[in-house]
């Protein structure tokens, strides 16, 4: 009796473990939608970003691509999510580095482990940023901020996406290196960063040169600075390396998976957001978004995640930046 019913167990698991490889196969893969977390608030430059590859992508796989927004709490809702999803390549998430290069450096508690619950699957972009001021400023250069910031303590603020964000980061090392004393205001992400600024709510932010091109043209806000490079849409307006104000963090869009997931189904993905950034479609719309397409390997994407950590692990040591308590 008890054989038999160990025949039926181990009978059972065998089925189990053929359905598991069938739905995980890279042949197989994907028959449902694939969702997409992002941890930040819809409408910013990210947001917009996935959800026209995610377009490529479902018309390549015939499968839909569902993009889930989880801002909130540092990326710590999103990424706590996406670590705990199944390992099957049907939940992935899509992240800048403030996610797994940043927040072990800023906080003493991250409720997911950056390092080993994540599978990087493939850099989407690099991204090209600035230093951007609302038109009713009482500054019009880098210089003029930082002058009038000396001149009135606490009375320039500055819109982040959350406490150790990209813009945050930023302006804790401009603070740090000018000793200057502006306020961050923060947001949820750039989605409601960027109508903050537009709105006049912050005299100042840092975001993407793709967002920000027109309504410079309009006069809504004014150029201060760029990073990495110069703009040839943005004749004179310095690099933030040339006025000494450039920590040295790229920015990234990537995509990672849960640990475990299977390595071919990583190499799949890999290769279908690769395929979609490739498509005449997304090439416009990274031009018009002055966006860096990469789609490289999950191989070479985690070589370049790593070093990123080390060089942010640098940057933070340098500034003097300690962990805290909670975002």
Known sequence: MKSQSAQVLRAAALVLGMAFASSASPQAFPSKPIHVILPFAAGGLLDGTVRAVGQQVTESVGQPV????????????GMSACAKAAPDGYTVC?????????????????????????????????????????????????????????????????????????????????????GVDIVAVPYKGAGQAFPAILAGEVHATYGGLGFAIPHIKSGKLKPLATTPESSPLLPGVPTMKELGAEPGLPSYFGVFAPARTPQAVVEKLAAEFAKALRTPKLQEFLKTQTLQPVGNSPAEFAEFVKADRANAQRVFKAMGIRPTDAP
């Not at 989880?70 to 990326?75: D, M, Y």
């Open 66 to 77: 569902v993009v889930e927004n989880r801002p909130g709490a540092s990326t710590f809702i």
């Open 94 to 178: 899509i992240t800048t580095p403030d996610s797994l290069s940043y927040n072990q450096h800023l906080f003493t508690k991250v409720p997911y482990d950056p390092e080993n619950d994540f599978v990087p699957v493939t850099n989407l972009v690099l991204t090209n940023n600035l230093i951007v001021a609302h038109a009713s400023a009482p500054f019009n250069t880098f210089k003029e901020m930082i002058a009038y910031a000396k001149a009135n303590p606490g009375k320039v603020n500055w819109g982040t996406w959350g406490i150790g964000s990209i813009p945050d980061i930023y302006l804790k090392a401009i603070n740090r290196d000018f």
